[in-house]
């Protein structure tokens, strides 16, 4: 399995932090312009059993939250998607007047060791990209507000 993680220091208190997160409209503004997003449904908002079904160039994406501690982490997982497997921990620690934001994902491709030795370096790449763009969103949006 693959891993991927990246980190992020946000000048606002954890609370603040965490509780963009949870906002209905957090995850449309947390997604890259390209590839679009739409969002299908969801139920739960972050709470462990909440469940979000979003649509990408042509692709369905099923998630579970399979675990929430308020202010500190909440993790989904992917039921139904492009990936083999999908882990996505969202952990939320204070540090000094503010809050470290890390993203770890756990993932493994369909098509096991050649759809990685293929495909490996434009996942990453791609996962890059996406969380550069999601903790400056986040970042911007948190300090704005502090």
């Not at 890059?128 to 948190?142: L, S, Y």
């Amino acid at each position: 399995m693959a891993a991927f993680e990246r980190s992020v220091w946000i000048d606002a208190p954890v609370e603040d932090v965490f509780a963009f997160h949870e906002r209905e409209d957090a995850l449309a503004l947390l997604s890259p312009p390209f590839p679009p997003v739409r969002i299908v449904s969801r139920s739960g908002g972050m709470q462990q059993g909440a469940r979000v079904e979003v649509r990408s160039c042509g692709m369905r994406w099923l998630a579970l939250h399979t675990a929430y501690e308020k202010n500190r982490l909440f993790v989904d997982e992917q039921i139904k998607g492009p990936f083999a497997r999908w882990i996505h921990r969202h952990e939320f620690q204070p540090e000094g007047t503010g809050t470290r934001l890390t993203d770890r994902v756990d993932y493994r491709l369909k098509g096991g060791i050649v759809a990685g030795l293929l495909f490996g370096w434009a996942v990453r790449m791609g996962l890059e990209r996406m969380f550069r763009h999601r903790h400056a969103v986040t970042k911007r949006i948190c300090e704005a507000a502090h």
